[in-house]
């Protein structure tokens, strides 16, 4: 199933690209709907197993508000949320596509599609944008990096009202090298935590940097008009 | 949605449009400089010293305004309602209220100075100094100096892009320059053009150089060089074209880089050029 997901969406994202390096903003309404489907069929499928929801469907996992984000800006693509996806929600659902963790849930293989459109769609979104012409921002990874701090210091403050487990912040996934430093005591677990969100977005700080050092192969610069109040690039 | 063409021929005295349907020639004395904002284009006058307001659909004149002297470049604020005029004769930007005309400021800009640019949020408006090798920042609400750039020869035009304000510049008798400035100062890079500097036109991750032909310069280098006699005063990108105007030899052509031929769509002397796109 992972595989042939990982091939599906691989090729899927890459048809979306080139569509969107020849002419950009155009599918936008499709991927939209897409991501909209995915989400309805992953809280259909939550919904009809009875687990808690409080613990399994509010949008404070990084990958769910990304997905939240990411719908938005199919439809109204912003370069904050353009950078919070590319700095954070990128890497995390690329993490998640390669090491999958779903809910066993009696409707298992709709939200096991579901799980990989949704992550996916999130990982196509800012390479979407990309093609398009508009190049991320060296510059926003810092800022990204803070928001991702201050979403994580509000899921902190929810999992110990709620006593849930969002973001993984109270307790490691099991099985995972999180664990390792979850038995080294809470400060240093949190400090993991906190390094691997800078290492990822380092990493894409330095993708960034790449791309824009090789534009020509990624984008076409020439995939918007001009403006005609005078000629700027909005 | 079509995408039209507008080019301004002052010798002929003549706005052209080119669409789908074909040429369209509207008749306006000393037609130069040329923008748009909604369902209304505005064209500078360079016999008349005014501005023309008029319908971009059918190019039928609606209002006019007081100008300045020689208009070669003017520009819409994002929202609309103010319209900058660089004067060239006056050494001079002219801020108008767009709907009526009255003028709102006057500023100093330069020696004959040759292109402007509004940036994208409309806060900033950049000036090339022309004469005095520079490159002027402006605060578009006020116009007043917000940053002065030096350059090593006389600035030829400016464009805002991608957080980035760019300054084509001339760099010996016949080399021109194109340095790309970061938004708090100090240059990112540059990189040479052949031939005397024309005009830029800001595009996704870089800028168009026009000089003897057409650069697509980035960060990385030239993406892709289109050598041609002549010089390329206006440049735009549309429909993944690029088209330009011929200031030396005259006519409006269109480029298909960076192998596509290029294609002459208009044997009119373009003082400016236009890419109006229909609203749906």
């Known amino acids: 199933m992972q595989a042939v997901s990982l091939a599906f969406w691989g090729y899927f994202g890459a048809c979306v690209t080139l569509d969107a390096r020849r002419r950009s903003g155009r599918t936008g309404g499709m991927l939209f709907t897409l991501m909209a489907l995915s989400m309805a069929v992953t809280c259909a499928c939550v919904v009809q197993s009875g687990l808690p929801l409080v613990q399994t469907l509010l949008p404070l996992h990084l990958c769910s508000l990304c997905a939240l984000l990411a719908a938005a800006f199919y439809l109204h693509p912003t370069n904050g949320v353009y950078h919070f996806l590319w700095y954070l ?84 996934p099991p099985g995972t090298p999180l664990a390792f430093f979850e038995s080294l005591g809470r400060i240093p677990y949190l400090l993991s935590l906190e390094a691997a969100a800078a290492l990822c977005v380092g990493a894409m700080a330095l993708a960034a940097r790449g791309l824009a050092r090789r534009p020509g192969t990624w984008y076409n610069p020439l995939a918007r008009d001009s403006d005609p109040s005078g000629n700027a690039v909005r | 949605m079509g995408g039209r063409l507008i080019a301004a021929d002052s010798a002929a005295g003549a706005l052209y449009s080119l669409g789908p349907a074909g040429v369209r020639r509207a008749p306006l004395p000393g037609a130069a400089a040329l923008c748009a904002h909604g369902a209304a284009l505005y064209c500078a006058s360079k016999r ?166 057409v650069a697509c310069l980035t960060r990385g280098g030239a993406l892709w060089r289109a050598p041609m006699e002549g010089l390329c005063e206006r440049v735009l990108a549309a429909q993944g074209r690029v088209l330009l105007s011929d200031a030396l030899l005259g006519g409006v052509y269109a480029l298909t880089p960076p192998r596509g031929g290029c294609e002459q769509l208009l044997p009119a002397q373009a003082d400016d050029l236009l890419w109006y796109t229909d609203a749906p």
């Open chain 2, 48 to 213: 008349e010293d005014v501005i023309w307001r008029l319908d971009a659909r059918t190019l039928c004149p609606q209002a006019l305004f007081a100008g300045g002297p020689n208009v070669t470049r003017l520009i819409a604020s994002p929202g609309g309602e103010t319209l900058y005029a660089l004067c060239q004769d006056g050494d001079s930007v002219l801020a108008l209220c767009a709907r009526t005309g009255a003028p709102q400021m006057l500023a100093r800009a330069g020696q004959q100075p040759r292109g402007m640019a509004l940036d994208p949020t409309g806060r900033l408006l950049a000036v090339a100094g022309g004469g005095r090798c520079e490159a002027l920042v402006l605060d578009a609400r006020t116009l007043r100096l917000v940053r002065r750039v030096p350059l090593p020869g006389p600035a030829a035009d400016v464009a805002f892009g991608g957080g980035m304000l760019y300054a084509l510049h001339q760099a010996g008798e016949t080399a021109g320059r194109v340095v790309a400035l970061r938004a708090r100062g100090g240059m990112a890079w540059s990189a040479p053009v052949p031939g005397l500097p024309g005009g830029l036109c800001a595009v996704p991750g870089g800028v168009l150089a026009g000089a003897e032909g």
């Open chain 1, 89 to 172: 929600g990128m890497p995390g659902a690329a993490l998640a596509l390669v090491f999958p963790s779903v809910l066993q849930v009696p409707w298992q293989a709709p939200l096991e599609a579901a799980f990989f459109s949704t992550h996916a769609l999130i990982a196509i979104a800012p390479l979407w944008r990309a093609a398009g012409g508009t190049l991320p921002m060296p510059a926003a990874a810092p800022r990204a990096l803070a928001q991702c701090n201050l979403f994580a210091a509000f899921v902190y403050a929810v999992d110990r009202l709620l006593g849930v487990n969002y973001l993984f912040l109270l307790a490691a």
